[in-house]
């Protein structure tokens, strides 16, 4: 067991294989997303993995984008993950 | 991003979020974006605007502003010329205040004139060539002196701008007194002896003795029982009383010249003889100052003081006019004077008078040196004819 554990971390250091969205006050930073779905001022959708997340909020607007990173600034409402 | 080549592009759209979208979908990283009216403005790198370019060809895509070396070849690139110039201006100020524009030898002597120039031009030293360095100059200095031990003395090389000075002091040799074997000393002029001081030969004048111009006064034969002994150079100092006829007039009317205190200031240009003005000047009567403000070989800048001036006359009363005209007829002669001589004597022999003018004849006499050295090439040496001859 602790040996799978191992396993799965030094492939997440390598391969970055871990997601996660962290949230602050007006900001909110996706890390490993897949597909920038929609975006419009009020909604974003992505997909990560093989979830939707749907983000909701006022004058959202793109800040920072690479491929695997995106960095959202706005009035956050609502984060909501659905499953495929 | 250190290494990477930031570029600020401006991809023109309505919509700025269909646009975020496709660069999403294309893999672009957006470090910064700002959105205008329409167009919005993206910080990515260079290789991402050359994606864009490549998969967005409906918008309209340019770059707007880079940093790194990218920002400094654009800048480069757009000031091209004024770089250029600017780099080529310096280039050509550092040589202008480097070159020697004119060598200015400070001697009246032509010899000593050529001489150097032919020293320094074999030394390198021409005009429009580089000016050369302290220790070189010094260098070329001493060479140039141990060269012309026999005529120059001291030699010194300045730059003022670029004009290269040559002050330069010429080694006076003492020449032999006169430089003849044989020489009598005549009589310059009609006189009449009043001293006599013999150093060399035979006074055959005395004092208060009179002579003729020519007259020879100390003679170089030495004669024992007349015959001749030896011939030398006569030396000695002859002063004698010599006269002079002046005649001189004055006007009544005197005119002076009154400042009327208006001063204009205008900027001539000066190329060789030829003065040109920058302002038409407005003053019809009046005195120049010049300052020069830049010399360059023959071309000239001055500034110009322009003072205005009143001719204004006045009349002398018959007295003034009298006394004026006799000082002007003892300056006239007085210009012919030198040291230890002067007016002895003088008296107004004619006084005319008219409307206008004072016409007078001033006789004076004056103290003179009169005596002449004058070299003997044969023949009866105390012959006036022939000393005036030899003389001219």
């Not at chain 2, 979208?21 to 919005?40: A, M, P, Q, R, W």
């Not at chain 2, 023959?298 to 003081?305: M, W």
Request: glycine content about 4%.
């Amino acid at each position: 067991m602790n040996n799978l554990h191992f396993k799965e971390f030094f492939k997440n250091f390598l391969f970055d294989l871990d997601n996660f969205i962290t949230i602050y006050d007006d900001t909110l930073h996706v890390f490993n997303f897949n597909k920038l779905n929609k975006l419009s001022d009020t909604e974003i959708v992505l997909t990560i993995n093989n979830k939707i997340v749907k983000i909701e909020g006022e004058n959202l607007k793109i800040k920072q984008m690479t491929k695997q990173e995106l960095l959202i600034k706005g009035t956050l409402k609502k984060v909501e993950f659905k499953y495929d | 991003m250190i290494n990477e080549k930031i570029v600020w592009v401006k991809i023109k759209t309505k919509n700025y979020y269909s646009i975020l979208t496709k660069l999403s979908d294309i893999g672009v990283t957006l470090y910064d974006n700002k959105k205008n009216k329409e167009e919005i403005l993206i910080k990515t790198t260079y290789e991402d605007y050359q994606r864009i370019k490549k998969f967005l060809i409906s918008y309209k895509i340019e770059i707007v502003d880079t940093s790194g070396f990218l920002k400094i070849k654009e800048i480069i690139k757009k000031y091209l010329v004024f770089t250029l110039s600017s780099i080529l201006s310096v280039i050509i100020l550092i040589l202008v205040n480097n070159l020697i524009f004119k060598i200015d030898i400070k001697s009246s002597n032509k010899n000593i004139q050529e001489l150097l120039e032919r020293e320094l031009k074999k030394a390198g030293i021409k005009t429009l060539t580089l000016k050369k360095s302290h220790q070189k100059i010094e260098e070329i200095v001493n060479n140039i002196l141990d060269n012309n031990k026999d005529t120059l003395e001291w030699l010194e090389i300045k730059y003022d701008g670029l004009i290269m000075n040559v002050y330069v002091t010429e080694k006076t040799i003492l020449k032999k007194e006169e430089g003849y074997d044989k020489c009598n000393i005549i009589s310059k002029s009609d006189a009449k002896i009043t001293s006599l001081n013999l150093y060399r030969g035979v006074a055959l004048k005395e004092i208060n003795d009179y002579v003729v111009k020519g007259e020879v006064i100390i003679s170089g034969e030495i004669t024992h029982n007349e015959e001749i002994k030896n011939n030398v150079c006569a030396s000695g100092e002859v002063y004698g009383e010599v006269w002079y006829k002046v005649k001189v007039s004055v006007p009544y009317n005197e005119y002076y010249i009154k400042y009327t205190g208006k001063n204009r200031y205008n900027i001539s240009f000066q190329i060789d003889d030829n003065e040109y003005l920058l302002f038409r000047s407005r003053i019809s009567k009046k005195k120049e100052e010049k300052t020069l403000l830049y010399k360059l070989n023959d071309f000239s800048i001055n500034l110009l003081r322009e003072k205005e001036y009143v001719l204004s006359t006045h009349k002398l009363s018959e007295d003034e006019a009298y006394n004026k005209a006799l000082k002007l007829a003892e300056e006239k002669v007085k210009l012919k004077l030198k040291e230890n001589e002067g007016i002895l004597y003088k008296k107004v022999l004619k006084k005319e008078l008219n409307d206008s003018t004072i016409y007078l004849e001033v006789f004076i006499v004056t103290k003179e040196n009169i005596g002449e050295v004058t070299q003997v090439l044969g023949g009866n040496q105390n012959d006036p004819k022939l000393n005036n001859e030899n003389n001219e």
